[in-house]
């Protein structure tokens, strides 16, 4: 029902920022809650940030990347952004998108229906 395509990924040094893109296929993007999930190598999955569905305007961070991470969305464009500042090498993951129709808790990568494959994040020390 909906595919997701992350971009936007890339090498910056440390203290650098990149903006990632989400696109979203179908016409019910407004009624997903969107999430960003990263994973490291030899890591698990960790939650990022997540905002609500239109409307609502609710964002939430993990505590690693809050005054750092700034998400956001773009409905007419069925689009999701993850804005990066003050990159740090522990930033280093690969970056994926994910929606949620049904769930409550934006931190649970159980909370999310679909994923996007995922885009690299590579920051140098």
């Known amino acids: 029902q909906v595919q997701l395509v992350e971009s936007g990924g890339g090498l910056v040094q440390a203290g650098g920022s990149l903006r990632l893109s989400c696109a979203a296929s179908?016409?019910?993007?407004?009624?997903?809650?969107m999430g960003w999930f990263r994973q490291a190598p030899g890591k698990e999955r960790e939650f990022v940030a997540a905002i609500s569905r239109s409307g609502l305007g609710s964002t939430y961070y993990a505590d690693s990347v809050k005054g750092r991470f700034t998400i956001s969305r773009d409905n007419a464009k069925n689009a999701v952004y993850l804005q990066m500042n003050s990159l740090k090498p522990e930033d280093t993951a690969v970056y994926y998108c994910?929606?949620?129709?049904?769930?409550?808790?934006?931190?649970?990568?159980?909370?999310?229906?679909?994923w996007g494959q995922g885009t690299q994040v590579t920051v140098s020390s």
């Open positions: 179908g016409r019910t993007f407004s009624s997903y809650a």
């Open positions: 994910a929606a949620s129709y049904t769930g409550r808790a934006y931190f649970a990568d159980s909370t999310y229906d679909y």
